[in-house]
Each structure stands twice: as C-alpha cells, then as structure tokens.
C-alpha cells in the first residue's frame, strides 16, 4: 500500500497543460472581450433543470433568480433560488413561454445573464435575441445559430449543402395539408411528421397509410402550436429499425469546437427518451470518430458557441448514420455525459457565456482505450498503477445511464398522471473509493479541466481552495519556465498535498446522483412535463453501471401518483437491452416481455399471491408500529399500557386478536382486484401470527422491529427483511404502500373499518366498484378538452374519435368504444375534466344489429 502511494504522490517530468482558476471569472490574459464576470443568472425554467442550474451557480458563487406560475409557486426551484418573480398563470403560453415577462423579470432584479434550459423558450431565435437586445448575456448558442438549427427543415438544407447524409423528406416552407400529403406520397410510407421546432417527442406522428395522414398531420400541428408556439411540419421516411445516437458538443466564442462523445437514446416510448446511456454500446471507434467529426462540422458550419447536441438516425440494417436534427441547448440527459467525462457542463456554459475558451482541447477528451495513451501524460505517477490494473479489463471512463422517473400510467399507454407525492424518497446519492477513481480525477485535475460535476452535487466547497491552490502552482511552474514542456521537477508541496487529498475525494466521487425539482408534498400539475426525476448511475463498464441502476431502481419510492418505475425495471433487466441491442423500437418490439398480459392466470396468481404475502407484512407493521407508539405514549405509567388491550381492536387475555382489511391495487387489472379479510393476533413474546380469511390456508409468524420513519425489520417464515411504508389518505380511503425487496404494493383500507372479532359478524364488504352504465367513456387523465369533434346526439361508429384532451403538452384522442348514438356529451372545448371524470356515453342501438341501413 505504501508502495501504491508513493507511486501516486511521485512526481515525474511530463507535459503540462495549461489550466485557470475556478474562482477567476472573466476572459483569460490575451483574449480580447471585455465582458464583465456574471454575478447573477436569471433560469428561465422550472423543475429539475432550474434547480440543476442553480447548484452550479451557488457554486460558482453566482446568486440566481427563478421564475415561477401560480401553480409553481411553493416549488422545488422557487425555493432554491435566491430571488424569484411570479410571471403568470399557469399554462406555459402565459408564463414560462412568455419571453417579454421574462426578460423583464432580468432586468428588474439585476440579472445581468438568462440561462434557458430545457424546453420552453431554450430554442427560441427570438427570445435569445430579446436576451442579448437588453443588454444582457444569453447562456447559450447565438440566435442566428438558434435560427439555423431551430428550425428542423432550414437545418437539413444546411446540412445537406455540408455533404452531411440526410433522411429523404420534405423540408420545405409549404404547409398546405394536401400539398403536403402529395408530398408524403412521393416519399413512400411509412412517414414521420415531425414539427421543425422543439423537441420531447412532441407533436411526432409516424403515419403507416396515406388514410391515416390527415388527421395526424392536423394533430401535429396542434400539439406543436401548444407546446412550441410554431406549428410548422417537417416530413421524413421513416426508417424501420433505427438508434437514436447523438452527440454532444461544445464551442465558444473564439471558433473552437469540440465533442464529448455519443449518448445513445434509442430506448423511447411516445418518441420521448426514457433510459439514455453513454458512451453507446455496440459502437466501434471508428464509427464513434466519423460521427463525432460529423457533429463538429455541423456546428462549425452555423458558427456555433456553447452547448448543443446533434442527432443522428443511424440505420440498424446497413449501419449507415443521418442528420436528424441539432438541439441548440442543454440536453435532459447531459449529466450521463458528465459522469463519463468528469465534466460539469453547465459551469462550462456560463464560462463560455462569459467570454472565456473552452477548458480543453479535443485531445483532452479521450475514451476508452485513448485514455491509456493519455493517462500515462496526464497522470505523472500511474507506474505502479497501471502495472496493478490490466488494459483488456478497463474501461477508463466507465458507463452511465440516466432513467426518467415519470409521473404516468403504463398500462393506458403511458398517459401522463397527476395527483401529490404524498411519499418521495429517492435513492440517496452514493460514492466509491477505487484505484479506477482515483486515476480518473488524477487525469481531470492534470488536464486542465474544471472540477468533475459529481462534485457539484454534493456542493462540496471547502474542497475548491485546496484545487486552486494546486492550480496557482502549475500556472506559476508554466510562467517560469515560458513553455508548455517543462524538464525540471518541481519544488512544492502543494500538488504532493492536492495528490493526497484526491485520494480522499476518490471516495466521495459520486456514483449515483438524482435530478429532480421536486419534493414530498408536491404536485405533478397537469401544465407542464410529468417528469419527476432522472436518477443517473455510474460504473466502470456498462455491465457494472446496469447492475447499479437495477439496485437503485428498486429502491426509489414514489407513492401518490402511478410512475414508470416498474416499467423501467422491467426494461433494465430485459436480455436484449443488457446485451445493448437497443432500437427505438425496443418496447414495440419487446411488449410481450415488457407488459404483464393480465389474462395470463399464471402471472396473476403468482402477483395475487406476493399481494397476500404483502398485506400480512403490512398488517404487522402498522399493529407494531400503533403498539409502539401506544406504548411509549404511556412509558411514564405502565399501569396505562393494558387499556389498549381492553379496548377494540385488541382484546383482554393472552393473545390479543384484531382484524384488519385491504384490497390490492392491482396495477394489472383493477377490475380483479379482491378484498383482503386479515386476522391478527398478537403473543406477549412480540410475534403476530396473520392469516387471510377464517379458513386462511397459511398462518404467518411475524416478527417486526420499527426502526421509526415507517421502516420496519422484519422476520418471517425463517427470512429477515427491510421494510418500507408510505401511508396517506384520499378521502376516506388510507392508502399504504409497501416496498419489500423487489416489491411495491400499494393496498387501500377504508377508514374505520378496523375492527375487533365482535364486530367481524356485522362487517359488510367496504369496497364497491365503481359502475358506470355500459358504452360509458370516462377521461382516461386529468386534463384540457381541446377540441370536440361530434355533436351530442350524433351517431357514431366504434373507434371514431369524440374529443381530444391535451395534458402535459401533449394530445389523447378519445375515441368511441362501440358504435350507436352519443349522449350525454356535456364538455366543451377549453374546460378542464378530471381523471375518470364522465365524458359521454354511447348508447348502442338495436340498428347496430343489423337494423341500419
């Protein structure tokens, strides 16, 4: 061991990269700006990526203004931000896509800089030339670039004149609806509609037949109106069987252009990424350098500063790659970039924004097998290092994955959800100490780089001073010796200091981290995205990163609204995506193994009986946990104790009996959902024995210790498990959800029906399924009715459309479940309706059976 430090705290003669100060703002000596160093940003955003911004600027020690609607105003982001002015109602159109109030906002706090994010106003030309007309420094790309690869169809002719491949389609001015179906029929079905603005999946249609193009092409344009503000259309062929592989780049204001590798997101659902991953599996280095220099072209030919990723369409059957499109922004999935690179992208966003060159040069950044030949350079000391770790067995960057945590409905199609987080409790971030580490910040220190962005999150500030002193000294080594190669060793203690007290920081180097602009208690309101977070995992390879995410997964809770949590498990632990065959058609393709078929007996009965097993856990965590606190309410006379044995629920003798009932949220199939009858009886040695109904087949003896905060240690049939519950109330309904190894269950119990044996006789079944006369249709998701396409009263055949709700930003056709006569059709455009909510009823006739002409 001793031997490994000095080797690590040896320093040898190597090149010396030149680096800057994390506390210097402002252009480096020998640049020409004369820009002033940004003291206060203000984030034109909300959720998650307004409080990802802002933690890098309290870092940097940048005070930051947030903007917020009513229905934002108790939220994540207003509360971390320094200063925060309300801009409006809640519909983006009024609020956060309301540029003017934005900037206005800017200018009377003081903000002398915007940053965009994501979404919203992030790709708007115009709003980043409002920015700038103000006198004030936009965080991002120009707005002429904005402009250029804004808009989708201006940017494939761009691309095309660059020689970059293209997709053949239609990217013309022309937005006749049957000028545009001519032009659909030229191309050749399938097509892809797709709005030449924004991003998200929204407003994408893949239209299979030329009957189908209308009403799709209307829709698209619709949902591009409501979330961009533009309802213009692109066309394209629509490739097969593609991945959705990007990359991302970076330049600055003095022409240099550099990429930080690919991401691929081809794993989708409603064309919205949900598991993104870098570097992309099953790609060779030769295809990984053609598609980086593609994308560096690309944003030299607009003159390109700052963040931006270009999206390639790359063709599973002949390997060949597309230009798609250019996000002139921070991508959502940035940080699984930042974690293979050690970068934090937004510092270097607002440094570029303020005048300074990029960090690195693209030789800087290498990958894989590269960072070998590099990391002996950028290391000084790896001798003994990397004689102890074998070549074949490393890969110097690692892995990362990112997984959306939405807010949304699976079984209906992946709908977004609305409702409170009555429970949130993220996986807590996590760190490693390695040799792997430890190499891996050695080389981003060494190179000049900023600090890694793992080291943001936890907001690590006494560390920063030790770094800059270490930096001051190799600017004072470069100065003395007027050259980028020095010879001489040199004579302070400092960088052997900043040596040791990186092996330290290897151990806080963070592995998992959660991005997310909410909390317990929140709302997932039905204006804005349903996103609630993206837990991002690292390892040293893809296997290891995927066994990380399946672990952290599972331990994420969320109660309150249906999530994608499950889903994402599921697809995790998929063969064909751990051996990274990955297409954006993966779900499509893998929906048998992807989906529980809920007339699958076999499946149900095995789901039915985790669900009994699960009620008899909770069963004895509530009895413990009311018994604990019963007993310690009491602890000051113990003679008090026995009164909650002579009272219901418990009675006077040795064994204590109660009974309790649930019903299983079935998440497969409400409708099957059954009662759940539980006998209780408590010993004086602390165990309960449960069982389900009188003639219950399996008695279980339970054990259970509560650890407080409703996590439980439980012993049971011979096992010893953790426990975790979440218990709320809706009305008169307690809600419990239970997490249990790789289970979450969710029960209801209706409030006051827990009930001594005496009243068992007269216990009637508390849960009734709701019924609704049949043909009814209910609202499928809380949302806006945005248009109705019949008239009550009118006939209609099955699966003609009714109406369309919007939610989220995004459009649900409603469609008629059988044919007859529409009645009791009472909504019109632009009310709002709840989730399960009556739309209208379609009553079948008898001319349906054939009495019709």
Not at 300 to 322: L, M, P, Q, R
Not at 422 to 441: A, C, D, E, R, W
Not at 565 to 586: C, S
Not at 681 to 690: A, Q, R, V, W
């Amino acid at each position: 061991m001793m031997l490994l430090l000095s080797s690590i705290l040896r320093r040898k003669p190597a090149v010396l990269l030149q680096v800057r100060l994390l506390s210097s703002y402002g252009p480096p000596p020998g640049t020409t700006s004369q820009q002033q160093r940004i003291e206060k940003i203000l984030v034109a955003n909300r959720g998650e990526i307004a409080c990802r911004i802002m933690r890098t600027a309290k870092r940097l020690g940048i005070r930051t203004v947030a903007v917020y609607s009513d229905a934002d105003k108790d939220s994540f982001h207003v509360k971390s931000a320094d200063e925060a002015v309300h801009i409006g109602p809640p519909p983006a159109r009024l609020s956060y896509l309301n540029g003017s109030s934005i900037v206005e906002a800017a200018v009377r706090t003081g903000a002398q800089a915007v940053h965009p994010g994501y979404g919203f106003l992030s790709e708007s030309s115009e709003f980043a030339q409002l920015v700038e007309d103000r006198g004030l420094t936009f965080i991002g790309p120009p707005a002429s670039a904005i402009r250029d690869m804004g808009d989708k169809s201006a940017s494939k002719r761009i691309m095309g004149a660059a020689g970059v491949p293209l997709v053949p389609g239609y990217h013309g001015s022309e937005q006749d609806v049957e000028i545009m179906r001519l032009e659909a029929d030229k191309i050749g079905y399938p097509i892809l509609i797709k709005p030449t603005h924004g991003g998200g999946g929204k407003g994408m249609r893949i239209v299979q037949s030329p009957n189908e193009f209308v009403d799709s092409f209307l829709g698209a344009q619709r949902e591009a109106a409501a979330s961009f503000g533009i309802n213009t259309i692109l066309l394209e062929k629509y490739i097969t069987q593609p991945r959705h592989i990007e990359v991302q780049i970076f330049g600055d204001k003095f022409g240099n252009v550099l990429h930080l590798y690919e991401r691929d997101c081809s794993v989708q659902r409603r064309h919205q990424k949900i598991i993104e991953e870098a570097p992309a599996p099953c790609v060779t280095d030769e295809f990984r350098t053609h598609l980086g220099q593609a994308a560096v072209s690309a944003a030299k030919a607009v003159g390109y500063h700052n963040a931006g990723t270009v999206e390639f369409i790359v063709d599973t059957k002949t390997g060949h790659f597309y230009f798609m499109e250019m996000n002139t922004r921070l991508q959502v999935e940035h940080p699984v970039t930042e974690m293979i690179v050690g970068q934090d992208l937004v510092e270097w966003q607002i440094r570029v924004a303020n005048g300074e060159p990029l960090p690195i040069s693209q030789g800087q950044v290498p990958l894989s097998g590269q960072a070998f030949t590099h990391g002996i350079e950028l290391c000084h000391s790896c001798d003994v290092l990397f004689e102890f770790i074998s070549k074949e067995n490393i890969n110097y960057f690692g892995h990362a994955f990112e997984a959306r945590i939405y807010a949304e409905n699976v079984l209906k199609g992946f709908l977004p959800a609305t409702g409170v987080l009555h429970h949130y409790q993220p996986v807590p971030p996590s760190s490693t100490g390695n040799l792997f580490m430890l190499i891996h910040l050695r080389r981003i220190l060494y190179s000049g780089c900023f600090l890694p962005a793992m080291l943001a999150t936890l907001q690590f500030d006494i560390f920063y001073p030790i770094l800059q002193l270490e930096r001051v000294e190799r600017n004072r080594i470069i100065s003395t010796s007027h050259s980028h190669l020095s010879t001489s060793k040199p004579v302070s203690f400092i960088p052997l200091f900043a040596s040791l007290f990186l092996l330290v920081l290897s151990f806080f180097y963070l592995t998992v981290r959660v991005e997310t602009g909410v909390e317990q208690g929140d709302v997932v309101s039905m204006h804005y995205d349903p996103m609630i977070a993206k837990l991002v995992v690292w390892g040293e390879n893809r296997a290891a990163a995927l066994v990380k995410l399946k672990d952290c997964l599972l331990k994420f809770q969320v109660a309150g609204v249906p999530t994608n949590i499950n889903f994402l498990q599921n697809l995790a632990n998929h063969k064909a995506f751990e051996e990274g065959n990955v297409e954006t058609h993966f779900i499509e393709h893998h929906k048998d193994d992807l989906f529980v078929d809920p007339n699958n007996k076999v499946i149900y009965e095995d789901a039915f009986s985790a669900a009994r097993l699960g009620a008899k856990l909770v069963a004895a965590c509530l009895c413990e946990k009311e018994r604990s606190a019963m007993k310690e309410s009491h602890s000051g006379d113990p003679s008090l104790l026995p009164i909650w044995y002579t009272h219901p629920p418990f009675r006077v003798n040795h064994h204590a009996q109660r009974t309790m009932e649930f019903e299983w949220e079935n998440e497969y199939e409400s409708s099957s959902s059954k009662p759940l009858m539980l006998s209780i009886t408590y010993h004086p040695d602390g165990n309960y024995f449960i069982q389900i109904g009188e003639n219950g087949a399996h008695i279980l003896e339970v054990k259970a210790s509560n650890l407080g905060n409703d996590n439980f240690i439980v012993e049971a049939d011979g096992l010893t498990m953790n426990i975790s519950l979440a218990v709320y109330t809706k009305g008169q309904i307690k809600h419990i959800h239970i997490w249990h190894g790789p289970h979450h269950l969710h029960f209801r119990q209706k409030l006051g029906l827990d009930l001594s044996d005496e009243d068992e006789t007269q216990h009637k079944t508390s849960f009734e399924t709701t019924s609704h006369p049949p043909g009814t249709v209910v609202a499928p998701m809380a949302g806006l009715v945005v248009k109705v396409l019949v008239e009550d009263g009118a006939k209609v055949e099955a699966g003609q459309p009714v109406l369309v709700l919007e939610a989220m930003k995004m459009e649900h056709v409603v469609k008629a479940t059988s044919g007859g006569v529409v009645e009791g059709l009472k909504v019109g455009a632009g009310q709002q309706v709840s989730d399960g909510s009556v739309l209208f009823r379609v009553k079948v006739s008898h001319f349906e059976f054939g009495f019709w002409n």
